[in-house]
Nanobody, 119 residues
Framework: VQLVESGGDLVQPGGALRLSCVGS????????MSWARRAPGKGLEWVAG????????AYADSVKGRFTISRDNAKNTLYLQMNNLKPEDTAFYYC?????????????WGKGTLVTVSS
């Protein structure tokens, strides 16, 4: 399984970014996907998850109402639209793939992309 994130950048508070994660062909559409993050000096935090068919989507309370997870199975791509970014959103963001279609497990990981929110 290969997962490659992109889209991380430096952005001002209140700004927006869209992260992308491209997964392996022939497997991506079968599995639930998640985004997680690790802020400097802190532990890993699950951010959002989506079932293989998009039928169930869930968010951490810290991002609810500001972030939107989506997927395009035809393009093997997972997205995270991040709006109204705050300095506390600064972190490495990772996409993760479950081993099943309908559970937010995180069994395979990408290498991450850095989001920095600062003025």
């Amino acid at each position: 399984v290969q997962l490659v994130e992109s889209g991380g950048d430096l952005v001002q508070p209140g700004g927006a970014l869209r992260l992308s994660c491209v997964g392996s062909e022939n497997t991506f559409e079968n599995y639930a996907m998640s985004w997680a993050r690790r802020a400097p000096g802190k532990g890993l935090e699950w951010v959002a998850g989506i079932y293989r068919d998009g039928g169930n989507i869930a968010y951490a309370d810290s991002v609810k109402g500001r972030f939107t997870i989506s997927r395009d199975n035809a393009k093997n791509t997972l997205y995270l639209q991040m709006n109204n970014l705050k300095p506390e959103d600064t972190a490495f963001y990772y996409c993760a793939q479950a081993s099943v279609g309908y559970d937010f497990g995180m069994d395979y990981w990408g290498k991450g992309t850095l989001v920095t929110v600062s003025s």
